[in-house]
Nanobody, 120 residues
Framework: QVQLVESGGGSVQPGGSLRLSCVAS????????MGWYRQAPGKERELVTR???????TDADSVKGRFTISRDNANNAVYLQMNSLKPEDTAVYYC??????????????WGQGTQVTVSS
């Protein structure tokens, strides 16, 4: 199994910035796709951004130019730098990882979620 631990959420005023981190741990795993999803109250969980092992990035249109995903393969970590935050970015943010475990592929793992609140 792979465990994901997120950090970095919080409250910020519109126009502010936050940085989320997610670190994966476990035994005998190899991570492929890493990404961030979010879920606002009363809404479905949606993709925010994701990055392949090779570095190809896919962003939701709503965050293009404001959010930046990056990954540190050596430390099994993924980050989300969020700038120019808007009230509509308020949601619980979840780290998502697709990984091979042992000789079996592929599994999807989720972080515990971290609250991001953008409000004046």
């Amino acid at each position: 199994q792979v465990q994901l631990v997120e950090s970095g959420g919080g409250s910020v005023q519109p126009g502010g910035s936050l940085r989320l981190s997610c670190v994966a741990s476990g035994r005998s795993f190899s991570i492929g796709l890493m990404g961030w999803y979010r879920q606002a109250p009363g809404k479905e969980r949606e993709l925010v951004t994701r990055i392949t092992a090779g570095g190809t990035i896919t962003d939701a249109d709503s965050v293009k130019g404001r959010f930046t995903i990056s990954r540190d393969n050596a430390n099994n970590a993924v980050y989300l730098q969020m700038n120019s935050l808007k009230p509509e970015d308020t949601a619980v943010y979840y780290c998502n990882v697709q990984a091979a475990v042992g000789v079996s592929c592929c599994y999807t793992f989720w972080g515990q979620g971290t609250q991001v609140t953008v409000s004046s």
